[in-house]
């Protein structure tokens, strides 16, 4: 720790060895999310950084997984859905994660973080200076961790590393 903050280890992916710094987030804290494999439910801590949302076992610990946000296309509340209060979901169009936080609020704070990280990120959006935000550089970056997207807990493939999270 240095000055009070935490100082985290990067995310490494593990198809590319691309490691991505989680220091000095937009946005931190506790979810809960729902394995698509194993149907359980884990606690785990999201860091919201730019285009890309890692989790990890704890606030010290390493991110273990990311969803790219780039190649998200909604995020919404999904309590009926998940059978949970105060859950949402983050869509891509392979998958589809299913979270739920402690609280409405943490929920709502999460849903506009993950919403405004998933605007800036699009093609599609434009700022004041008719500039496109996310364009082909940041697009051609992000290209190498589409191919890990998403939590372990989420694929059934059997050469993930982190199936048994």
């Not at 720790?1 to 995310?11: C, E, L, V, W, Y």
């Not at 804290?29 to 950084?49: A, E, M, N, P, V």
């Not at 940041?138 to 989420?154: F, G, I, K, P």
Request: hydrophobic share 30%.
């Amino acid at each position: 720790m240095s000055g009070g903050r935490i100082i985290r280890a990067p995310f490494i992916d593990p198809i590319t060895g691309i490691a991505y710094d989680t220091n000095n987030s937009e946005f931190e804290g506790y979810l809960t999310k729902q394995s698509l494999w194993l149907r359980d439910w884990r606690r785990r801590f999201f860091i919201l950084k730019g285009a890309r949302l890692f989790f990890a076992k704890s606030p010290h610990d390493a991110p273990h997984g990311m969803i790219d946000l780039s190649r998200c296309t909604t995020v919404k509340s999904a309590d009926l859905k998940a059978h949970k209060k105060h859950s949402f979901e983050i869509s891509t169009p392979e998958t589809t994660y299913l979270l739920y936080a402690d609280d409405e609020k943490t929920k709502d704070d999460w849903i506009g973080s993950v919403g405004r990280a998933i605007v800036r990120c699009s093609s599609t959006f434009v700022s004041k200076g008719n500039k496109t935000q996310g364009g082909n550089g940041e697009h051609a970056a992000q290209t190498n961790s589409e191919r890990y997207d998403d939590d372990s807990d989420y694929s059934n493939s059997s050469n993930n590393p982190y199936f048994n999270d």
